[in-house]
């Protein structure tokens, strides 16, 4: 299993011979404003350029899509990737949004399971923040609030967990217990709205996460780029000395991760 960190959630999964693109926001460093509901949304977005090519990074199998935000799939993405490409999707409100840019060929994700190249991909639940504070606020700006996230398992690798954009939430704990996953992938920014609630997972998440997940690998995506953070690699650097985390891997952009 290889995983490398583009940018944001931004991720390409090498997993079972197959290459899958997590979230593709691929502007230029600065193309767009940050978020109105967001801290800090005078500064742009996303605040540091792409690692790699475009095409370097579109050279993939298939893509997934946690959920239709722009900072997880923008116009740049649409096209720059074939329209072909397999496209998994958390419901069918997105698959239209899929559709409606010319891509022919996605799948909703189910919490059962699909099958997709000896891979089983599960969809998980999530709360993009506290459910009862931020779904309410995203109605307000007309974004959607639901994202979802994705297991991995085949018998030929270990079981990955790509939590998507959550807190540490009861979805997210019955996601562990139901598929006891090796590797996690978070998302760790702890991107915050203006009411000062976070949109997804800080310092004091991962040491839930950790608390629940002792002997798994925990790698740390979605950093240093949007502008509504208050999480950066740096703090998470401190918080493995402090804390003496054997476990979370913070990558850097451009930074590939293989497991064994």
């Known amino acids: 299993m290889k995983i490398t960190q583009i940018r944001n959630a931004t991720i390409k999964i090498e997993y079972n ?4 693109l997590i979230d593709p926001w691929l502007g230029p460093k600065e193309y767009m404003e940050g978020f109105e509901a967001g801290i800090n949304s005078y500064i742009r977005q996303p605040r540091v350029e792409l690692p790699f090519d475009l095409k370097d990074i579109t050279n993939v199998d298939a ?81 959607p609030y639901d994202a979802m996230g994705v297991i991995f398992k085949s018998n030929q690798e270990k079981t990955l967990y790509l939590a ?15 598929f006891k996953p090796e590797i996690l992938i978070i998302n760790a920014c702890g991107a915050s709205v203006l009411n000062g609630e ?29 502008s509504h953070l208050t999480v950066t690699r740096k703090d998470l650097h401190n918080l493995v000395e402090e804390k003496n985390l054997k476990n979370l891997l913070i990558p850097e952009d451009g930074e590939t991760i293989i497991l064994k």
């Open 63 to 143: 893509v997934i899509v946690t959920h239709i935000h722009p900072d997880h799939w923008d116009e740049y993405a649409e096209k720059a990737l074939p329209k072909g490409i397999k496209i998994f999707v958390q419901s069918q409100a997105d698959q239209e949004f899929i559709k409606s840019k010319g891509f022919t060929n996605s799948e909703i994700l189910e919490p059962d399971g699909i099958e997709y190249n000896g891979i089983k991909l599960y969809k998980t639940y999530t709360q993009h923040g506290k459910r009862e504070i931020i779904e309410p606020i995203c109605k307000k700006v007309n974004m």
């Open 198 to 226: 976070r949109l997804i997972m800080n310092e004091d998440d991962i040491i839930h996460l950790i608390n629940k997940t002792p002997n798994s690998k925990i790698i740390a995506s979605h950093m240093d780029t949007v």
């Open 17 to 20: 011979n197959t290459k899958f």
């Open 164 to 178: 998507g954009d959550t807190i540490w939430c009861e979805e997210v704990e019955d996601a562990i217990e139901k």
